[in-house]
């Protein structure tokens, strides 16, 4: 099963892009979405598939931890 995680934007260098997931900061792809720095994005396997904004994000997070809970 693959998961597509959602971070926020912190910098961007042309179609890369520093991603804040949590306190963890990653090199993200975002060749195929139009996004700035503050915005959110889903992650899948390195490339962001999709913007969104924080209260979206925010839902998504908030399932993962009760996920993270029942484990």
Known sequence: M???YPGRVMEIDERTAKVDFRG???GVNIG???VRVGDYVL???GMAI???NEEKASEIL???GEIEDLI
Do not use: L, P, S, W
Request: aromatic fraction near 6%; charge should be negative; glycine fraction near 0%.
């Open 2 to 4: 693959c998961v597509a």
């Open 24 to 26: 963890n900061v990653v």
């Open 32 to 34: 195929v979405v139009d």
């Open 43 to 45: 992650v899948h396997a």
């Open 50 to 52: 999709e913007a969104m």
């Open 62 to 64: 908030k399932i993962f």
